[in-house]
């Protein structure tokens, strides 16, 4: 069966302080991967997905990064936070190629800048 | 207009109640249709998963699409305390990249 981890799991940074999220998956192979920020009260928003080694498309024009460096790792980064980075992210996977077929959310890590 | 709209609540009910939840959408280009359960501080969990319109059953749950209305619907019948938690509405065009568009979610609280 497949497995998402994501680590850490809460995180309080300084604003200006970089950041490095990362997530993995287990137990399938070429996933579809997706990074969402959840913010209270609102919906997920989808920030970068991946479909493939190197491969990264941006949904939204922040001050976040991602990259897949291996098949199964997704990571999430910033040079330098912002106030308005805090929030609930999560890491997503899908299988490739299945049209329609749905996504897995791992457990999410819990950013707060101070 | 937001291309999916969900009631925020919170909505609260006495255990054993049959809850209804619901969102509505814009764009009739949607294929697939998801529920997902998220408990505080947790990742969202699938629930239940549907293809055009219809309703379809698992266990407590039933999912309904009425894609001529653009609404679709989850229902819980004898609600238990367990089942407190977001319920997020979710759907895509399906496609290669598979991007999903969620409702904002609904806070339920089971009272026992």
């Known amino acids: 069966s497949q497995t998402i981890h994501q680590w850490p799991a809460t995180l309080v940074q300084p604003v200006g302080s970089p950041l490095s999220l990362e997530c993995t998956v287990e137990?399938?192979?070429?996933?579809?991967l997706y990074w969402y920020r959840q913010a209270a009260g609102r919906g997920l928003q989808l920030l970068f997905y991946s479909v493939g080694i190197g491969q990264i498309s941006s949904e939204v024009p922040q001050n976040l990064s991602a990259s897949r460096p291996q098949d199964r790792q997704f990571i999430l980064s910033s040079k330098k936070l912002l106030l308005s980075d805090s929030g609930f992210y999560l890491c997503?996977?899908?299988?490739?190629?299945?049209?329609?077929?749905?996504?897995?959310f791992g457990p999410g890590t819990r950013l707060l800048v101070l | 207009q937001k291309e999916v709209e969900q009631d925020p609540g919170p909505l609260s009910v006495p255990e054993g109640a049959i809850v209804s939840l619901n969102c509505t959408y814009s764009?009739?280009?949607?294929?697939?249709f998801m529920w997902y359960r998220q408990y505080s501080r947790k990742g969202p969990e699938l629930l239940m998963y549907?293809?055009?319109?219809g309703n379809k059953e698992d266990g407590r749950f039933t999912a309904q699409v009425d894609k001529s209305s653009k609404y679709i619907s989850l229902f819980i019948r004898d609600s238990q305390p367990s089942d407190s938690a977001t319920y997020l509405c979710a759907m895509n065009y399906g496609g290669a990249t598979n991007k999903l568009i969620f409702g904002t979610g609904t806070l339920l609280a089971v009272q026992p």
């Open positions: 997503a996977w899908r299988l490739a190629g299945a049209l329609g077929e749905t996504q897995y």
């Open positions: 549907t293809y055009s319109s």
């Open positions: 764009n009739s280009a949607f294929q697939y």
């Open positions: 137990g399938t192979s070429n996933p579809n």
